[in-house]
């Protein structure tokens, strides 16, 4: 299986993956429709979030209202086709993953009994708080992984999976649905498990998410010429947080910073985003983090010669380069 380097991304070269439960693994059909009407008019509110604002009777009993939905769902569960493959596949090359999910953890055991899934040693439901989308369910499971956040790629078929790796830092793939409006949220989407097996049977290049704009407005072309080149950061810049986030968001993929340079009070004031725990600290460490949560793959090390770029027209400089 031939590697898929930056500034391209492949599933099938995660260090881990963290599966959604119901929908993705075990389909246990579950319709909150009838919850929802009952207690929130039939509005579309995150039944879990809402319910901490309803009176503690109110509270109880839509809690065990959910509770038994659940578990009527489980125990008629099936498994998804494919997702036995999909953990087979993980299993045969070494692939740590996990479980999160919002369901509770007795409908989930009981689940994976009826639909013949076997479970792995990290299951965090929402039984384990804090549940998703906050970014601690997934990092908790990234922890007990031993894999870094980063290193890791969230399988859901909902939109909290992916506000949730979006928050944590990692990857998302949405399956088994076609939602368009959700597509901004993940890196990509396969209509099925069965297809998300066959991409990572075969891997090819996929641009992620933090690309995706620049590629659709530059093709795929721009992306890999732009990634190779390194870029010196002027030293005379007064704002270079603005400096190198532009420049990534044209496809740079390596910054360089002349050795010595800090983060002075000058510089801080002007660039915003840069946290007053960097004052002083080397200003290439600075950079590295701010970009890290934007462009995750950039690179940015002490170093000078790198290629120079106009501050006041970075697009029309790079496209000068690139021609």
């Not at 009826?114 to 499971?141: N, T, Y």
């Not at 097996?197 to 659709?216: D, G, I, Q, T």
């Not at 462009?295 to 690139?322: H, I, K, N, W, Y």
């Amino acid at each position: 299986m031939k590697p898929v380097l930056p500034p391209f991304w492949h599933p099938a070269f995660a260090h881990a993956f963290i599966l959604d439960w119901d929908g993705v693994l075990a389909e246990t059909r579950l319709d909150f429709s009838p919850i929802r009407n009952r207690y929130f008019h039939g509005k579309r509110v995150p039944l879990l979030e809402a319910g901490l604002l309803l009176p503690p009777e109110t509270r109880r009993e839509l809690e065990k209202d959910i509770y038994e939905l659940e578990m009527k769902g489980a125990a008629a569960a099936e498994p998804v086709p494919g997702a036995p493959d999909l953990l087979d596949w993980l299993d045969s090359r070494g692939i740590p993953w996990a479980v999160v999910s919002r369901n509770c953890r007795d409908s989930i055991d009981l689940a994976a009994r009826k639909a013949g899934i076997r479970l792995p040693r990290v299951v965090l439901s929402r039984d384990e708080e804090p549940v998703k989308p906050h970014p601690e369910a997934l990092w908790k499971a990234a922890r007990l992984l031993g894999i870094e956040s980063s290193r890791c790629v969230m399988v859901g078929d909902f939109i909290y999976d992916f506000v949730g790796a979006r928050r944590a830092g990692m990857r998302a793939l949405l399956v088994q649905r076609e939602e368009p409006a959700w597509l901004e949220w993940v890196d990509h989407a396969c209509p099925t498990v069965w297809e998300l097996l066959r991409e990572l049977e075969s891997p090819s290049p996929w641009v992620p998410w933090e690309y995706r704009s620049l590629a659709e407005r530059k093709g795929t072309a721009w992306l890999e010429k732009a990634w190779e080149l390194r870029v010196q950061v002027p030293s005379d810049c007064l704002d270079p947080a603005d400096y190198v986030y532009r420049a990534a968001s044209l496809g740079i993929g390596h910054f360089a910073v002349e050795p010595g340079l800090s983060l002075s009070v000058s510089r801080w004031r002007n660039s915003l985003p840069l946290g007053r725990e960097w004052l002083g600290e080397p200003l290439s460490a600075a950079l590295s983090s701010f970009l890290s949560a934007r462009f995750p793959m950039t690179v940015v090390s002490e170093g000078a010669g790198g290629l120079e770029l106009r501050q006041e027209d970075l697009e029309s400089s790079l496209e000068e380069v690139l021609q």
